[in-house]
């Protein structure tokens, strides 16, 4: 157990369909961050978070949003959902706004994986 | 624009020997490169990293060897143990601090044989 909690761990839905992914970070990890992992292909970033703030923001579709609440859990919401939304969906957190470089790690959730039918 | 490459979708080595992943990076302005290791049902975890002002960073078993004139960077295991099977993901660092992200590559699987 990484510390990360990611729900759900599967989900199956239609095209056009909205779904919403929760993260929990690790105790004391202020910084949230959203990957996705599509059939072989790398994790791409999606965005992060910074004690409720948006900080940076990668190839994030415009159907896509994301947010990070005062409990620093932080949920990203997947709208008008299309097959190739299909991919696991990490979050990562860590205790700095810095992304980090070793020793004090970005830490990973197990996934969820969305499946669009 | 895939700007870290992983090129060897998969590699298969025999326990004991030396296994080596390489990657490839089109960007010179990435600052830190690391290596994460993956599991089946599992988030991918921090193996090891190495700034771009080395060329080498040894940690147990594991050495990450870094070409800069060649953006190029390669992960070593020696002795290659059958734990070690799973998927390698290279990683770099770029941007400023406050608006930094990782950039991954597709990944290679490592299959260790007894």
């Known amino acids: 157990d990484s510390g990360v909690t990611q729900t759900p761990k599967h989900l199956i839905t239609a095209t056009g369909q909205r779904v919403t992914l929760r993260c929990s970070p690790r105790s004391g990890d202020l910084s949230v961050y959203w990957y996705q992992q599509s059939l072989d292909q790398g994790l791409q970033f999606l965005i992060q978070?910074?004690?409720?703030?948006?900080?940076a923001k990668g190839n994030i579709l415009e159907r896509f949003s994301a947010q990070q609440f005062p409990d620093l859990h932080s949920e990203l919401n997947l709208s008008s959902l299309e097959l190739g939304d299909s991919a696991l969906y990490f979050c990562?957190?860590?205790?700095?706004?810095?992304?980090?470089?070793?020793?004090?790690?970005?830490?990973f959730g197990a996934g969820s994986r969305l499946t669009v039918l | 624009d895939q700007q870290v490459k992983q090129n060897s979708p998969s590699l298969s080595v025999q326990e004991g020997r030396i296994s080596i992943l390489n990657c490839d990076y089109t960007n010179s302005m990435f600052d830190y490169f690391l290596w994460y290791k993956k599991y089946p049902a599992e988030g991918p975890t921090f193996l090891i990293s190495?700034?771009?002002?080395?060329d080498k960073n040894e940690d147990g078993r594991f050495t990450v060897f870094l070409n800069k004139s060649a953006k190029h960077l390669s992960l070593h295991i020696v002795p290659s143990q059958p734990g070690d099977s799973a998927v390698y993901f290279c990683a770099a660092r770029r941007g400023r601090q406050g608006a930094q992200k990782l950039v991954f590559g597709q990944g290679t699987r490592l299959t260790i044989n007894p």
């Open positions: 190495i700034s771009s002002i080395k």
């Open positions: 990562a957190s860590s205790v700095g706004l810095e992304v980090p470089s070793g020793a004090n790690v970005l830490t």
């Open positions: 978070y910074y004690n409720g703030e948006e900080r």
